[in-house]
């Protein structure tokens, strides 16, 4: 088995991959910006059901400095580059989340390359394909490209779109023999092993908890972060992932209401604080112009999309769960974890 470097081994993703590496039999070391935080991932890894932590080692890496890869990488065969910072609601400035995602992907990659590692999996993102351009009627796929400079792109998608883009420029100029594959996943749904998760999981916990007044007329794809670390496992090791993109998502886009009915018909009393109205939007703007976290959503009001995953399926056989099943999974999680307001009223009456 190799020995295989996870960046962001706290995250939401990157917890999943270490625990399907671990099961798979590899000897694993993750990134983590302060060793404080490894009795939390080693949590994360028991409640996701790892029967054993030996074969995970923590190193201290940071994506806005160089101190600590040439150490990370040192010995791996593999790197998943999974570590990129997604903050909830908009930065001061766009370069809060554009620098480190592209600086941090160039310092995994010279590293990397420097320690003769095989190949690299890089985290994308759906951002970095299918915005700044006009809506097409075919669903998006690998070779389409979100345009950083296009009208209300928003910093988000125009970190993950430069950050990728300057992965492959550096593969294709400075890379010597190492690979690049990259992984760009929809909204990223299912288990949560702790409170550590993207914030695609606030969309499920907010509509549970009432939190939302309606459902804002949005659609966006859904994946099993599952389903999103096997891609990754599989992007890794296959020959035929060397330089391809691979898209991630579970079947066709889904609204926001379109989600909180699967979570009326599937969470039975726990969803009754769901929301199923449809909002104007109208009414989203007038909330943006109150609440900053709203406000990045606007320029996708009414704006269907859809993607496929027919290229991850026909070359790594990739069989992803339903989008409906990520979502139930992400809803059950919460409420395990004591999560969301049912939960902690459960645990306040005993």
């Known amino acids: ?35 404080k935080r490894e009795d939390d991932v080693r949590a994360m890894l028991k409640q996701g059901g790892a029967e054993s932590t030996e074969r995970l080692s923590f190193v201290v890496a940071d994506l806005e400095s160089d101190e600590g890869w040439p150490q990370a990488v040192a010995g791996c065969e593999y790197v998943l580059h999974i570590a990129s910072p997604f903050p909830p609601t908009l930065p001061k400035h766009e370069d809060e989340l554009i620098v480190p995602a592209r600086e941090g992907a160039l310092r995994v990659l010279r590293a990397a390359r420097d320690a003769y590692v095989k190949r690299v999996v890089l985290t994308s993102s759906f951002a970095a394909i299918g915005y700044g351009q006009d809506v097409q009627q075919t669903p998006f796929n690998e070779s389409n490209w979100t345009d950083p400079a296009g ?99 579970a079947g066709d886009f889904l609204s926001i209401r ?32 109150r609440d900053p976290a709203v406000k990045q959503i606007l320029p996708e009001l009414g704006k269907p999309k859809n993607a496929t995953s027919e290229k991850a399926q ?37």
């Not at 949560?192 to 966006?220: E, N």
């Not at 726990?270 to 109208?282: E, F, G, H, K």
């Not at 059950?332 to 005993?350: C, F, P, V, W, Y």
């Open 151 to 249: 009208e209300d792109v928003q910093p988000y998608a125009k970190s993950k779109t430069l950050a990728e883009r300057a992965a492959w420029d550096f593969i294709a100029n400075e890379g010597g023999s190492l690979e690049l594959a990259v992984v760009n996943p929809v909204g990223v749904f299912g288990p949560v092993l702790g409170p550590d998760y993207s914030t695609s999981i606030l969309l499920v916990q907010r509509l549970m908890d009432g939190a939302m007044p309606g459902c804002p007329q949005l659609s966006f794809g859904a994946v099993d972060v599952r389903d999103v670390a096997d891609l990754h496992i599989r992007a890794m090791t296959d020959p035929a992932a060397k330089g391809e993109r691979f898209l991630a998502v």
């Open 1 to 35: 088995m190799s020995t295989v470097l996870v960046t962001g081994g706290s995250g939401f993703i990157g917890s999943q991959a270490i625990l399907q590496l671990l099961a798979a039999g590899h000897l694993v070391r993750t990134t983590v910006r302060s060793l």
């Open 258 to 289: 379109d989600i909180a009915m699967i979570l009326k018909n599937r969470m039975g009393a726990s969803a009754r604080r769901v929301p199923t109205r449809q909002l104007p939007n109208w009414l989203v703007r007038l909330a943006a112009l």
């Open 314 to 350: 026909r070359v790594l056989g990739w069989a992803p769960r339903s989008s409906e099943e990520a979502i139930v999974a992400t809803a059950e999680s919460l409420l395990q974890l004591g999560l969301l307001k049912e939960s902690r009223a459960g645990s306040e009456d005993r």
